[in-house]
């Protein structure tokens, strides 16, 4: 019997243990020890202040050869060591149905200094192209008319190409009401489901949370 298996598997193996077909784009993201409004919490995850979101994530790909890239470091955005001033955090990338870009989140920046606290940093839509081919050099632009000094999160390409996210942007732009904070806990939270159409700017509130 124990024969019968191993040849089994042996049978099996080009299928068991074959590399995916695909190319995979994943994020490297910082640890944070606390787990209350930080960034892999359930809630209110979306600030982008250092003590809840570490500076040190990249955007990767791996290629169905299994060749890995940091695609953020190929687009000039990030850098090693310290991580002050120029720092980077990415979060959450959604492919386009054609496969040829991808948008995702970056915070961009980080405090200077020690007790430095007027840099002031959000998570904004980022789109990547030029990145399916491993030779090339990957673009990074910042998507054109969304909320600008919110913390936007969680993009996926509607079918129409309007881009749908999280924000915590209030849901009439009035900055006194800024942030928004929950029933619960009285920490800052999202506003809800946003849409936007990058090309035209028109953005409206799919449901107010």
């Avoid at 009285?186 to 028109?202: I, K, M, Q, R």
């Amino acid at each position: 019997m124990s024969r019968l298996i191993v040849l089994t598997l042996l049978a099996l193996a080009p299928t068991l243990f074959a590399g995916p077909t695909n190319a995979i784009l994943f994020v490297t993201q910082v640890t944070i020890p606390g787990d209350f409004t930080s960034v892999g919490s359930v809630f209110g995850n979306h600030r982008a202040t250092p003590d809840s979101c570490g500076r040190g994530g990249d955007l990767y790909i791996r290629y169905p050869d299994g060749a890995v890239k940091n695609l953020t470091r190929a687009a000039g955005f990030g850098r090693y060591g310290a991580q002050h001033t120029n720092g980077i955090a990415v979060r959450q990338p959604a492919v386009h149905w054609s496969g040829k870009k991808a948008v995702f989140s970056m915070v961009v920046g980080a405090t200077k200094y020690q007790y430095d606290y007027n840099s002031v940093s959000y998570w904004q839509l980022y789109e990547i192209t030029n990145f399916t081919d491993a030779a090339a050099v990957p673009v990074i632009t910042k998507v054109p008319n969304q909320p600008p000094n919110y913390n936007n999160i969680s993009p996926i390409y509607g079918t129409d190409d309007r881009i749908i996210f999280t924000s915590d942007r209030p849901r009439n732009g009035q900055r006194h009401l800024y942030p928004q904070l929950d029933e619960y806990e009285e920490a800052p939270t999202v506003t809800g489901l946003w849409s936007l159409d990058p090309a035209s700017g028109d953005l409206f509130l799919l449901n107010h949370a």
